[in-house]
């Protein structure tokens, strides 16, 4: 079973925007066991869709189209597999009386480019769109599977997930189904080869789960993929695998979920434990900050922080000692403890974290790029570690943010 997928956009093949869709898509299928070796991506061209199409039937099974599904006049991909597949297109009755609340409610005016984001195959299915308005159509036609989506990431990721998704299992499947489950470790702190060269041999021998490997964010995410006859079976071999897993790598281990960051583990603990914190950042720059307040139920545990980048600033605004910033200077473990424990004592927070260090380009007071001080203030004591972190600026930075998170993790476990 091959799947294909093709991106319309005259924005994408401009460069104006990145074609994210096809990078979740592709993961998708990867975890659904379907092949997939091509991508695509055209114009709002009609022509060129059909002609694409043409070329999609002859090596794939599936051909999911993301793009082309919006109220404008370019927006045309359901026109155009229309007339290429010779199939009707019907309104989505129940769709088009929402659209039209909708606009009713906004006292707008709605044309008929608005009416036809609610068409879809009429021998096909309406896919519905949790959170836009413009629904998706999916067919299956000579042994093929026709799914189009719309081409906004958020509206085409729940679409494909409450609806595309089970298509696409019930289409490879059939009756003799199998349950195929994803599971995601996510780890910080070691490199990918050491990652690898510790699992090389259950990378070498997987069959049943699977293994895959990638980096986003400074963060190693293990994508473990089990098939079965049923969800008990696939848990119990991810959970077998797993525990295999981190008897090995386990210390630098932070928690399950795709693209699951050090900060949402962080924010998570602290709910739990019914705590508080704040920042006081200089190097990050407010980067920890937006991490943090990113994730659901931060309100519960975040309650401010305040950007120090200069010597002036960590003295006037935190109140850290002219004796320590002349002495010690910014970049040190004197500055970084007196950060965090004057920003606890600012928000009348449990904890308070602190980032002073050299993103770089250039040394700073001596230090080498990379050097980064962490400070964590608790009830008890003020505890500061002293990073050596590589990379570029940013990185740097982020990498500051996750090592916190996760250090102030430790400190509550």
Known sequence: MKAEIIAIGTEILMGQILNTNAQFLAQQLTELGVGHYIQTAIGD???????VTK???????????????????????????????????????ENLDRVRQDFSRRQATMSDLNQGMSLYFSRGKSLRNPVGQAVGTALVKDGRLYIVL??????????????????????????????????????????????????????????????????????????????GSDEGTTQGLLDTLEETINDRVGAYYYGQGLDYMPSQALVQTLKTKQKTVSLAESLTG??????????????????????????????????????????????????????????RQLFQTDYALSFTGVA???????????????????????QVHRLHLSGQRENIRRSAVHAACLALIQKLN
Do not use: H, W
């Open 286 to 343: 407010g980067m920890a900050a937006a991490a943090i307040v990113d994730c659901p139920g931060a309100s519960e545990i975040f309650e401010g922080g305040v950007v120090t980048y200069s010597l002036q600033a960590k003295r006037d605004v935190l109140g850290v000692s002219t004796e320590t910033l002349d002495q010690e200077g910014m970049v040190s473990q004197a500055c970084a403890k007196e950060m965090a424990e004057r920003c």
């Open 55 to 93: 070329q999609a039937e002859e090596r794939s099974d599936i051909i999911i189209y993301s793009g082309g599904i919006g109220p404008t006049r370019d927006d045309l991909t359901k026109q155009a597999l229309s007339a290429y597949l010779d199939e009707p297109l019907v309104y989505d009755e």
């Open 360 to 382: 770089g380009p250039d040394q700073m007071e001596g230090q080498d790029v990379g050097t980064v001080f962490i400070g964590i203030a608790g009830p008890d004591d003020c």
């Open 150 to 227: 719309p081409g906004f990431p958020k509206e085409m990721r729940a679409m494909f997930l409450e609806e595309g998704k089970a298509l696409i299992q019930d289409f490879i499947a059939g009756e003799s189904r199998q349950v195929l489950t994803s599971r995601y470790l996510n780890y910080y702190g070691l490199g990918e080869s050491q990652l690898a060269e510790s699992l090389d041999d259950l990378i070498q021998s997987q069959e049943n789960p699977t293994i895959g490997t990638y980096s986003k964010n400074n963060v190693l995410t293990l994508r473990l993929t089990a098939s």
């Open 45 to 51: 061209n009609p022509d060129r869709l059909a002609a």
